[in-house]
């Protein structure tokens, strides 16, 4: 504000010109004599520094509504958008509530686990067999992450389970070393054909413990 004031005094007063000025404040000529013809137009607010940025819309949704759709998200996890809006006849579009629901990262997707088909194992030993595994779900703040872990055949008990933000073929040995830790050793591990498994990097590390 100080600036802006005795710029425009010095150039109203042909104390200096436009251009002597800028180099003084490191500001433009234009500048100069907008300031000038705001302070000619308004004495009393016109050297204030006016509001930048984006104008409301009129369209706009209020908070209060929007407040409204997330508390509805939250008590009803599994409606979609179209559903909420219609459910209680929100005075907005279903495409807005989708993208207030998308905005505070409430659209949440489960990817289903494929089942492999065949035949369902179960070994009448512990450790005869463990079974590999990833699946995939999202953490609000995070997004996605991926489990991978190994469960015995036999048992059914899960020996291992780490959480990894990649699913590749190094957070699979990772989880593989882990599971080996306490000294247990499988003969085989079953797995699935995700790129993770097949690498030839995880199977040479199966392969290292006698797998």
């Known amino acids: 504000m100080e600036i802006r004031t ?39 607010n016109g050297l204030r520094p006016k509001k930048t940025g984006p104008k409301r819309s ?18 009803y996890p599994a409606w979609g958008a179209r559903r909420i809006k219609h459910q209680f006849n929100l005075p907005c579009s279903w495409r807005t509530v989708h993208r207030i629901l998308k ?9 289903a686990k494929t089942q492999p088909s065949g035949k369902r194992f179960q ?6 067999m463990w079974q590999g595994d990833t699946f995939q779900f999202r953490i609000r703040g995070v997004g996605k992450v991926y489990v991978t872990g190994f469960t015995d055949d036999c ?20 989880a593989l070393q882990w599971a080996l830790r306490p000294g247990r050793i499988p003969r ?5 054909n995700g790129k993770q498994f097949v690498a030839k990097t995880f199977k040479a590390e199966a392969q290292k413990h006698g797998i």
């Open 103 to 111: 905005k505070h990262g409430l659209l949440i997707r489960v990817k």
């Open 58 to 75: 009129s369209r706009a949704t209020s908070r209060s509504l929007e407040q409204r759709i997330i508390r509805l998200k939250e008590k």
């Open 188 to 192: 085989e591990i079953y797995v699935d």
């Open 6 to 44: 005795k710029a425009v005094v010095f150039y109203e007063e042909g104390i200096r010109s436009a251009r002597e000025i800028g180099e003084t404040y490191n500001i433009s000529e234009r500048t100069v004599r907008r300031w000038a013809k705001s302070h000619r137009q308004d004495k009393e």
């Open 155 to 174: 048992s059914r008990y899960r020996v291992k389970s780490k959480v990894y933000l990649h699913k590749d073929a190094a957070s699979a040995i990772n």
């Open 123 to 128: 070994r009448r030993h512990v450790d005869s």
